[in-house]
């Protein structure tokens, strides 16, 4: 299957992973999908530029880059670790069975890019998940929440917070035993409605480009 511009339409993962309960919740004709390739035609790129710069992507960068986020964090080989040692015992912060993580877990990226369409198939909100396996916590998943973006002219229908519970679901559903997500204290409030809390500070570092990599600041 292709569409404008001959990129396929495939999904970045699979639909099973959208929350019906989030699609039932959004406004009459609009639908919560995973990105695909072809949405270099559909507005997303605009869309993120109502958050931050985004920079003039071709459409080959695009290609590009969206086959390394389809391939990174491909499925890994069963975890060979045994189940923890006291049945039923679970660490207060990770997975509490090695098998049920194992199930949960495999089969699954590390990227999860959501679009939210309107009637006419345009982007008009978008979130992505980042899943990072760690070593610690019996090989426990963390989700980090990013680039939340929702079109101006579609602020005030509460995408955004369907955006965050379509997040949270994927989340859930890989096997993540949390999400964090850094936001301002503007934002604080809001994000305190979708379940989140204060857990400490952010601190960046920031890194001079080059210029020949045609890379812009995030």
């Given amino acids: 299957m292709t569409s404008n511009g001959n990129l396929p339409a495939a999904p970045l993962f699979s639909a099973t992973l959208i929350s019906p309960e989030v699609q039932s919740a959004l406004p009459e004709g609009y639908k919560v999908r995973p990105l695909q390739k072809s949405d270099y035609h559909a507005g997303f790129l605009d869309v993120l530029r109502v958050l931050t710069q985004v ?36 660490s207060p912060t990770g997975p509490s069975d090695a098998k049920q993580f194992t199930r ?23 979130g992505t998940l980042v899943v990072e396996r760690k070593f610690i916590h019996d090989l426990g998943i963390v989700g980090h929440i ?16 369907r955006i965050i519970n379509a997040l949270d679901y994927i989340a859930s559903e890989v096997g993540c035993y949390k999400s964090i997500l850094d936001c301002s204290e503007a934002n604080e409030g809001f994000y305190k409605k979708c379940g989140f809390k204060r857990a400490g500070l952010e601190m960046a570092h920031y890194y001079e480009q080059k ?7 995030a």
């Fill in 55 to 90: 920079g003039d992507i071709s459409e080959e960068r695009w290609a590009e880059r969206y086959e390394w986020m389809a391939n990174m964090g491909a499925p890994a080989p069963s975890l060979s670790s045994p189940a923890p040692t006291s049945p039923g015992a679970a």
């Fill in 104 to 126: 949960k877990s495999s089969g699954h990226g590390s990227y999860f890019v959501i679009v939210i369409i309107n009637e006419t198939d345009k982007i008009v909100g978008t």
């Fill in 146 to 161: 990013e680039d939340i973006a929702v079109a101006k002219d579609q602020q005030g229908k509460k995408l955004g917070l």
């Fill in 211 to 217: 210029p020949s990599d045609g890379a812009g600041a």
